[in-house]
Structures are given as C-alpha cells and as structure tokens.
C-alpha cells in the first residue's frame, strides 16, 4: 500500500470538497505530490462523506479506487449485519458452543447435539473436542469472550462493523494490497481486536479452528469480470462450503444478491438456513442476508425471515405465510380511501399475505401488491396515499380523472402499459402532487387511482 506522503495529503486535505475531474485537469503539478493517489483520496473521502459517515470522519482513513468505493456496503447495511451477529449469539450465551483459548480436548457438547449430514461427521470429529459447554454466569458477556472470521474480507467495511462486537476478529483475503490497506485502516479506527491474514479464504476455512460466528461475501463475477448471481457461479461457492461451515461455527452470514430468489436459496442449503434479511435502503433493495446454522431439531424448520428498509422493520415465520402470492381471501372494502404500496424489503420477500393479516389492509388484485382500506393505517412498511378518484381507462372516465391536470407521478402494477406508455397516452408531465396508478383491481378490471401523498 502506498503510504501519503506530507504533499499528498496536504494537497488532498485542501481540496478534498472540489470537483476530481477538475482537479485532475488543472491540479499544478508539485514535487513529491502523488496525483493519481491524492485524487483518489479525495473522490473515496467525498463518497464515504455519504456512504461511511463515521468513516469519513476518520482522518486516518486510506480510500481504494473509485470502483472499491462504488462496490462496497453502505454504513447502514454494515451496521445491520453487526445487529445480526449481536442478536443472534447474545441469547444463546449460557449455552452456546465456546472455542477453548487452551485448546485441550472436552468431551462435553451442547445439549441438543445438532443433526449433521454424513460428509460433515469427519469434519466433526475434528472439530468437536475445541468445543466447551458454559454454563457460568461470566458467558454473558459475549462482546468479552467471543470470535468471528471475515473469509472475503475485500475493503473491509463490513468487517469494521462486524468486528466491533468481538473480542477476536479476523479478517481474511487473498490480495495482499488489500490487506495492507485493512491493516492500516482498522488500526485508525481503534480495532485492536482485527487480526489480518493474507490468503485464501477457503483453506483457512478447511484449517482454523472453530468460532462463534463467520462472515461470506462471495464475488459475484466469474474469471472473465461479467456479473453473477447464482450462488454456484460466485467465488466461493458457498453450496460446497455448506458443511464445513456448519461445524465451524455456531452460526454464518452469507450476503448474496439481491436478485436471487430467496425461497430457492433456502431449499438448496437444505435445511441450513435459520432466518433470511432482505435488506432495502431508500426503498431500493440492496441484500439477501442468509444465516447459516447447524439443525438442531430432527424435523427441520422453516426460518425466519426479516424485511428492512432503512427504519421500517418486520418479521415473520416464513413456515406460517407460505402463500405470499395468495388472492382473494378478502373481499375490497366498499370504501376505497387510501392506497399503500409496500416498500421494497416486502415486495421482495411477497409475504403479501402476512400484510393483510398484520395491518388490516386488502390487496386490489392479483400481482398487483397494491393495498386499499377504508381507514388509515398508522406505520404501515410502505408508502401511503389519500385516494382521491377511481376510475377506468375509457375518455370519460380519464377526463373526470384528470380534471385538467398536467403533470402526475405515474406508476403501474399490474398493467397492460408500462409507465412511460401511460404518461404518453394521458399527456402528462412528470411530477407534481399528483400520484397516478394503473393497475388490475379484483374481477380483473384496468384502473387508474388518482392519490395524494400522505
């Protein structure tokens, strides 16, 4: 890692507000100043300032390229995976599995010995005699006496949110001038616990003895840079890893694509996923959380999944709502007042049903995802709007509608036109307080609802 010398980082404490394209153009070249090092301090300061706030506020911090940047968690999802982590082992404390610091051999496992498939046994016996049952009143300080190992550590941000909640914490990654940067940038933001390895993240997987917890994000591009998304495309498979995992540690976050379908995902690991977190900020979704842990009971159980969009969080029992996409159940309401479009979190997960149920509203149609009730519904995950007129898509009915207006928000669910085409046929200019919606109520019926934000 190259290191900034007193030019360089007066240079980029100076300018460090300005434009980097600007900069790059008409920056005096001075001796002993590294441009192409001071740009990119200044354009990786100038995205955390949004992204990484607390390390922006870091003066220690050294930045990567601009794609690093780009590529890397957000402050907030980085939290949220640390909050897992905590949640997840703090009530397990009195009886989670421990890693013995002595290392000597202790017969003694958990009191409901996991269910493991045949090809982890070997792996088992390995690893089992590191384990120790405590039952003192001392294991619930979890923060003071536990571990965690970050196998794909990359730029390390989640790592530095991760590791915060650890007394042990290792990062681990295979390009030495990543690590570099990890080692220097962890130590700036106080993480003596950090410890950093340069190497593959697998054979230290096959190699280390167990933790508490385990961190994986897999890369989502093959060997010639095009993106993926199927868990067996991404690097590592995480799929073959499944086993060893398991008796690694008491528990795995895997962070995969948002793209994925998460029901599917849940199936191919066979039993080993325990909750799912779709993860949304500013209603744009931008991760599917896996926990991976070892079955304790022989019949296996459905996990629980966890929808976030920045402050609006729910969860459920996803063995209880396993007909997301169900219709029909309710009829309309006779009063039709307010509309709610549910955040992204929601969409993604379809547990449309659970919805309902939880917040007494009906779905306008099938696949529509679109919600109506008679009242309003106080904290509902979503947007939520005043209906102020339904009506069809003949040219009375657009024109009651309308009533003169000349500009609208317009979306469509369910809709034989996609928004651009409607804002077309109807002549409307985009925004305004006018929100527009197109789409199939119950009976199959082509609507428009005029709303208002509320």
């Not at 002595?102 to 498939?117: A, F, I, R, V, Y």
């Not at 730029?155 to 990543?178: C, I, K, N, P």
């Not at 002549?427 to 709303?451: E, I």
Request: aromatic residues 8%; hydrophobic residues 40%.
């Amino acid at each position: 890692m190259t290191i900034m010398n007193d030019e360089t980082r007066e240079f980029v404490a100076m300018h460090r507000n300005e434009d980097v394209r600007e900069l790059a153009l008409k920056a005096k070249r001075v001796e002993g100043l590294d441009l192409p090092l001071a740009l990119d301090q200044i354009a990786g300061w100038q995205i955390a300032r949004k992204k990484l706030p607390q390390w922006a506020s870091c003066e220690g911090i050294v930045y990567p390229p601009h794609i690093s940047m780009e590529q890397c968690s957000s402050q907030f999802t980085a939290q949220y995976k640390s909050e897992i982590a905590q949640t997840l082992l703090a009530p397990a404390a009195t009886v989670r599995a421990r890693v013995s610091d002595s290392g000597e051999s202790d017969n003694q496992t958990t009191k409901s010995e996991p269910q493991l498939s045949d090809s982890a046994e070997s792996v088992m016996q390995t690893a089992k005699s590191a384990f120790q049952l405590s039952d003192s009143p001392e294991s619930d300080t979890l923060v003071a006496r536990s571990s965690m190992v970050d196998l794909t550590g990359g730029f390390g941000v989640d790592f530095s949110y991760l590791a915060r909640g650890f007394s042990q914490a290792t990062y681990v990654e295979r390009q030495r001038h990543l690590c570099d940067l990890a080692e220097h940038n962890m130590a700036a933001l106080g993480l003596d616990q950090a410890r950093i390895v340069c190497g593959d993240g697998v054979e230290y997987l096959r190699q280390m003895g167990p933790v508490d917890f385990i961190y994986l994000d897999p890369a989502r591009r093959d060997e010639h840079g095009s993106r993926t998304y199927a868990i067996e495309d991404c690097t590592p498979n995480v799929f073959e890893l499944r086993d060893l995992l398991l008796v690694k540690s008491q528990y795995t976050l895997v962070k995969l694509s948002p793209m994925l379908d998460w029901r599917k995902a849940v199936a191919d690991f066979d039993g080993a996923v325990r909750e799912v977190h779709i993860v949304a900020t500013g209603n744009e979704c931008k991760e599917l959380l896996l926990v991976l842990g070892q079955q304790v009971h022989e019949e296996p159980s459905a996990p629980r999944v966890f929808c976030v969009n920045d402050n609006q969080r729910i969860d459920y029992d996803s063995a209880a709502y396993t007909q997301g996409l169900r219709i029909g159940g309710k009829p309309l309401p006779e009063a039709k007042n307010y509309l709610y479009e549910p955040n992204a979190s929601i969409m993604k997960a379809g547990c449309f049903d659970l919805v309902e149920e939880r917040f007494g509203v009906t779905q306008v149609g099938p696949s529509s995802h679109l919600f109506v009730s008679a009242t309003p519904v106080a904290d509902f995950p979503g947007r939520g709007f005043a209906i102020e007129a339904i009506g069809g898509m003949n040219k009375k009915d657009i024109k009651r509608l309308l009533n003169g207006t000349k500009q609208a928000n317009i979306a469509v669910r369910n809709f034989p036109l996609t928004a651009p085409q409607l804002r077309k046929k109807l002549k409307l200019a985009d925004g305004g307080p006018v929100y527009l919606f197109g789409t199939t109520m119950q009976g199959c019926d082509h609507v428009l609802l005029r709303t208002s934000k509320i």
